[in-house]
């Protein structure tokens, strides 16, 4: 078989590895920047913020300067071409002591923005539990039982593990041999803690849970515990006429039996603690502030970190150039150093254009959205898509996409997340588009304003938003009504 020579053209497309580290730093909400911050500062002794005036690794490299001796050391690769080559002017710069150039605002503007968001400090809910247990007067084995039940409890209060299943676990993993009465009556001792309905298996025990607790404190509440218990599914489903005639109540006892249900805590762990901070609380990217009329926007603060290269490894860097003699060894060590302070200059380059990429793409929403900006009212807000910013910013896409989906605004009006500026489009009677966001905010009025005793059907919704001057169709009205997260007509009627 004769070999055959081709020349064939490809065209590729890579990105560079400061792309790369651009494209995962602007997915990096604001609340985390400081923490990838410091892994890039804890990996990079060539970086420090610009209040770290001294680096011990420094120190230890720059002996290798000072070291005159004879010691011997082992041979690493590396041409002498690669250390002869080292431009030294490329590192060291007039200016290099001054302090970062890059700041979130002028030394003049009022600082209010850049005060630090409080956040408190709580038990969480498990916590909250475990310290419930410990007033428990409980022998060795069913403290064992009740720490398993406790950390089989999910962030909603819900016990959702079968009583078997807990057995198994602790025979499995704890050795500890238990029965299924056993689990069970420590179940029943745990459900007692506060908040109420705690460690309920699923919604109709949560509820009756809690009405047991009020029955227990004197309250009236039999009939409502009548009500869950023998006719929970009507409950749900809203069918008040056959809970009515099956408790043989008038319409004055049903609709005050519905308002102690009503008042309970379907999810009775949501509001102790936190499971996770992070999701607890937002930090917002972006301020946008009404100064007479004129919008003003700024950056958080937290997105301008004032970085800069190492005083101790640019003072190496001074003293190599200055050298007359350079042996292999310092020549290692200044190619190390080399690498240092290159990927240090890299990750210093990746936060500058994060805030410039930050700060273009959200001018350009403020400008296209100027109207909602000025009033707060959802009815201003344009037709936009990410191709649109793409185009006004001359970034890509996929960029705009990373900045859309993780970044929040502040405004007068409250923190949105910039995702919730993009809307498609609707046509009116008249031709004009319009922004599905304004379609939604009038659908979400319409049925706001209903009679909840007769709540408004799809059809008739998409009846009134026809009137209005809106082309829309039924099975489009019940999807903006589901991504509303608004029920059916039948499950918004009240008594």
Known sequence: MALSQTLQQKLLQKLSPQQIQLMKLLQVPTANLEERIKEEL?????????????????????????????????????????????????YV?????????????????????????????????????????????????????????????????????????????????????????????????????????????????????????????????????????????????????????????????????????????????????????????????????????????????????????????????????????????QKEAVLFIKQKIDAAKWFIDAIKQRQHTLLSTMTAIMNHQHDFFLTGDETTLRPMILKDIAEKTGLDISTVSRVANSKFVQTEFGTYRLKFFFSESLSTDSGEEVSTREVKKILSDLIEGENKKRPLSDERLTELLQEKGYNIARRTVAKYREQLNIPVARLRKEL
Not at 49 to 75: I, P, Q, S
Not at 235 to 252: A, P, S
Request: with cysteine; charged share 40%.
């Open 93 to 329: 710069h007039d200016g290099d002591d001054d302090v970062a150039d890059y700041k979130l605002r002028d030394d003049n503007y009022p600082d209010e923005e850049q005060k630090q968001i409080p956040f408190k400090t709580e038990a969480s809910f498990y916590e909250t539990l475990l310290n419930q247990l410990g007033l428990l007067k409980l022998s060795e084995k069913e403290q064992r039982i009740a720490e398993q039940i406790v950390g089989s409890i999910d962030e909603d209060g819900y016990l959702r593990r079968e009583t078997s299943a807990i057995v198994d676990d602790l025979a499995f993993r704890q050795n500890v041999s238990a029965t299924d009465e056993e689990v069970e009556a420590i179940i029943q001792r745990i459900q007692r803690f506060d908040p109420p309905g705690v460690a309920a298996r699923d919604l109709q025990e949560c509820l009756l849970l809690q009405l047991q607790r009020q029955k227990d404190e004197g309250r009236d509440v039999d009939t409502a515990i009548m009500a869950i218990r023998r006719y929970f599914d009507e409950f749900t489903k809203k069918h008040y006429e056959k809970i009515q005639r099956g408790l043989n109540i008038d319409e004055d006892q049903l609709k005050e039996v519905m308002q102690q249900i009503i008042r309970l805590n379907p999810k009775p762990g949501g509001n102790v603690g936190g499971i996770n901070k992070a999701e607890s609380y937002v930090v917002p990217d972006f301020f946008i502030m009404n100064n007479g009329g004129k919008l003003e926007l700024t950056l958080n603060s937290r997105n301008a970190p004032e970085l800069r290269i190492s005083e101790g490894y640019r003072d190496m860097m001074k003293e190599y150039d200055r050298g007359a003699k350079k042996d292999k060894r």
């Open 42 to 90: 804890e990996e990079n002794p060539a970086l420090e913020l610009d209040d770290e005036k001294h680096d011990d690794n420094a120190d230890e490299l720059k002996d290798e300067f000072t070291d005159t001796g004879d010691t011997e050391y082992e041979e690493k690769s590396g041409s002498e071409d690669e250390y002869d080559n080292i431009d030294v002017s490329e």
